[in-house]
């Protein structure tokens, strides 16, 4: 029997693991991705408040796939998917596919909002969490350099989002000028220095139970955060966010984490893309009108009666969705009936500081110093390799006993977004 090509647009969360479950008797697959490394994005954050280096979450996707011959790597953008003549364009080649799976993940949605976009900063890569990391280092330089002033508007950092992001980011850079900023910025006075939370709803984690909402906002209270709630940003000129309020904030740094949209490819027909930016996928993720094309993980879009709305946008759903078609496109050739996708939601979780953070389990609720080392555990479990398994445990209990993560480094070309 002849192989099927099975071409994977995407080395995140679901396309990586694609690649990995697919039986390499029956497929050669071509991975594709612009970039030449998987993100491990739940750590963004760390990386942007110098708690982690960046190629500790960042695997090089060839050398993860280097044993695997029926696995082909290539670095490229794709630009166009040609359904006629069934080929996927990139900048530099045409690749053909017996079947096609789209897994190319999201960008940040500034809801259209173009002078937000110009100014704001994002965390949607590592690039952009070495960019946040820069940003904010260089303004305690600058700031220290001179009379530090109660009304400068460097000393704003501005977070917009509550989500697990948001309130990460907040917890993260509260504890940097607690603990940091006071031994190696002695001219810096901390209590001028303010973080700002923005969020649009009612509560910050406001997809979590009652409980994390409730902790999470008590607990960056207490670490010094500012938290404003039922509140959007209206606009931002690269000094002062305008509030649904009415309210001004001045402020040199605005993160902008507030919502995401879907890298939809042009070539497909019309009505498989949702104004979400989604492709519409039924039980199977195989997406409308599409017989011989797939979207998984965050780019996809599915109902069913227990996710009417879609599922979330977490890296469980992308992985799950991941093995089920690997499994489903098994079956196929096979001619064995295939499986329906159903998600079972194993919880979620943010860390919001040191021994401070909150879980949701299907059966349980808990915060506090246990959700805190769980937390550390499954995403620990979760990194690729061994290697930077035990290099994030070192730099992470290393952080814990000494309260100090010593990655303060500025590594940095000129960029709009910097000072
Ligand atoms: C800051 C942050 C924190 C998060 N924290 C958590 C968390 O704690 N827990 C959790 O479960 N989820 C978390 N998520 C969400 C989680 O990361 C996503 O749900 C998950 O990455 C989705 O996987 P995916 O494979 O669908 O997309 P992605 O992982 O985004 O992968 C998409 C891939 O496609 C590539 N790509 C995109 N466009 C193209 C193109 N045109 N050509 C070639 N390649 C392309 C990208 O380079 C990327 O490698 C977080 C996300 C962010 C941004």
């Given at each position: 029997?002849?192989?099927?090509?099975?071409?994977?647009?995407?080395a995140?969360?679901?396309?990586?693991?694609?690649?990995?479950n697919?039986?390499?008797?029956?497929?050669?697959?071509v991975?594709?991705?612009k970039?030449?490394?998987?993100?491990?994005?739940p750590?963004?954050?760390q990386?942007?408040?110098?708690?982690?280096?960046?190629?500790?979450?960042?695997?090089?996707?060839r050398?993860?796939f280097?044993?695997?011959?029926?696995?082909s790597v290539?670095?490229?953008?794709?630009?166009?998917?040609?359904?006629e003549?069934?080929?996927?364009q990139t900048?530099?080649?045409?690749?053909?596919?017996?079947?096609?799976?789209i897994?190319t993940?999201c960008?940040?949605?500034?809801?259209?909002?173009?002078?937000i976009?110009?100014h704001?900063?994002?965390?949607?890569s590592?690039?952009?969490a070495?960019?946040?990391?820069?940003h904010?280092?260089?303004?305690?330089?600058?700031l220290?350099?001179?009379?530090h002033?109660?009304d400068?508007?460097?000393?704003?950092i501005v977070?917009?989002?509550?989500?697990?992001t948001?309130?990460?980011?907040a917890?993260?850079?509260?504890?940097?000028?607690?603990?940091?900023?006071?031994?190696?910025?002695?001219q810096?006075?901390?209590?001028?220095m303010?973080?700002?939370l923005?969020?649009?709803?009612?509560?910050?984690?406001?997809?979590m139970?009652?409980?994390?909402?409730?902790?999470?906002q008590?607990y960056?209270?207490?670490?010094?955060?500012e938290i404003i709630?039922?509140?959007f940003?209206k606009?931002?000129d690269?000094?002062d966010?305008?509030?649904?309020?009415?309210?001004?904030l001045t402020?040199?740094?605005?993160?902008?984490?507030?919502?995401?949209?879907?890298n939809?490819?042009?070539?497909?027909?019309?009505?498989?893309?949702?104004p979400?930016a989604?492709?519409?996928?039924?039980?199977?993720?195989?997406?409308?009108n599409?017989?011989?094309?797939?979207?998984?993980?965050?780019?996809s879009y599915?109902?069913?009666?227990?996710?009417?709305?879609g599922?979330?946008?977490?890296a469980?759903?992308?992985?799950?969705?991941?093995s089920?078609?690997?499994?489903?496109?098994?079956r196929?050739?096979?001619?064995?009936?295939?499986?329906?996708?159903e998600?079972l939601?194993?919880?979620?979780?943010?860390?919001?500081?040191k021994?401070?953070?909150?879980?949701?389990?299907p059966?349980?609720?808990?915060?506090?110093?246990v959700?805190?080392?769980?937390?550390?555990?499954l995403h620990l479990?979760?990194?690729?390799?061994?290697?930077?398994?035990?290099?994030?445990?070192i730099?992470w209990?290393w952080?814990?006993?000494s309260?100090?993560?010593?990655?303060?480094?500025?590594?940095?070309?000129?960029?709009?977004?910097e000072?």
């Amino acid at each position: 029997m002849d192989k099927q090509k099975i071409v994977i647009l995407g080395a995140g969360f679901a396309g990586l693991s694609l690649a990995k479950n697919l039986d390499e008797k029956l497929f050669d697959i071509v991975l594709i991705d612009k970039l030449n490394h998987h993100q491990f994005q739940p750590l963004f954050y760390q990386v942007a408040a110098a708690q982690l280096e960046p190629s500790s979450i960042s695997f090089p996707i060839r050398n993860i796939f280097r044993n695997k011959k029926h696995i082909s790597v290539k670095m490229g953008t794709v630009l166009h998917i040609n359904t006629e003549s069934r080929l996927v364009q990139t900048e530099t080649e045409a690749i053909s596919y017996d079947k096609l799976v789209i897994a190319t993940g999201c960008k940040t949605n500034f809801f259209n909002n173009a002078q937000i976009e110009q100014h704001a900063l994002t965390l949607k890569s590592t690039t952009e969490a070495i960019q946040v990391r820069n940003h904010l280092l260089t303004i305690f330089e600058t700031l220290s350099s001179q009379l530090h002033l109660a009304d400068d508007p460097r000393n704003n950092i501005v977070i917009v989002g509550g989500g697990p992001t948001g309130v990460e980011l907040a917890g993260a850079f509260s504890e940097i000028i607690k603990r940091v900023l006071p031994e190696e910025y002695p001219q810096l006075d901390p209590a001028k220095m303010r973080v700002i939370l923005v969020e649009g709803s009612a509560n910050t984690l406001n997809n979590m139970s009652e409980l994390a909402k409730q902790a999470s906002q008590s607990y960056l209270k207490s670490m010094g955060v500012e938290i404003i709630t039922q509140t959007f940003v209206k606009s931002y000129d690269g000094l002062d966010a305008i509030l649904s309020s009415g309210e001004k904030l001045t402020t040199k740094t605005l993160i902008w984490a507030a919502g995401v949209s879907g890298n939809i490819l042009p070539g497909l027909n019309p009505d498989a893309y949702l104004p979400n930016a989604r492709y519409k996928v039924d039980r199977y993720n195989t997406i409308l009108n599409h017989d011989d094309i797939y979207a998984i993980g965050d780019i996809s879009y599915m109902e069913t009666s227990s996710y009417p709305k879609g599922h979330p946008q977490v890296a469980n759903v992308a992985i799950n969705q991941a093995s089920n078609l690997a499994k489903n496109l098994k079956r196929m050739v096979h001619k064995k009936p295939i499986n329906a996708y159903e998600y079972l939601d194993l919880g979620s979780m943010a860390t919001i500081g040191k021994n401070k953070a909150v879980v949701d389990l299907p059966f349980m609720r808990f915060k506090g110093f246990v959700a805190w080392l769980v937390w550390m555990f499954l995403h620990l479990m979760l990194i690729l390799s061994v290697r930077n398994k035990l290099i994030i445990l070192i730099h992470w209990s290393w952080a814990y006993f000494s309260s100090d993560s010593s990655l303060r480094l500025i590594f940095k070309g000129k960029t709009k977004k910097e000072n």
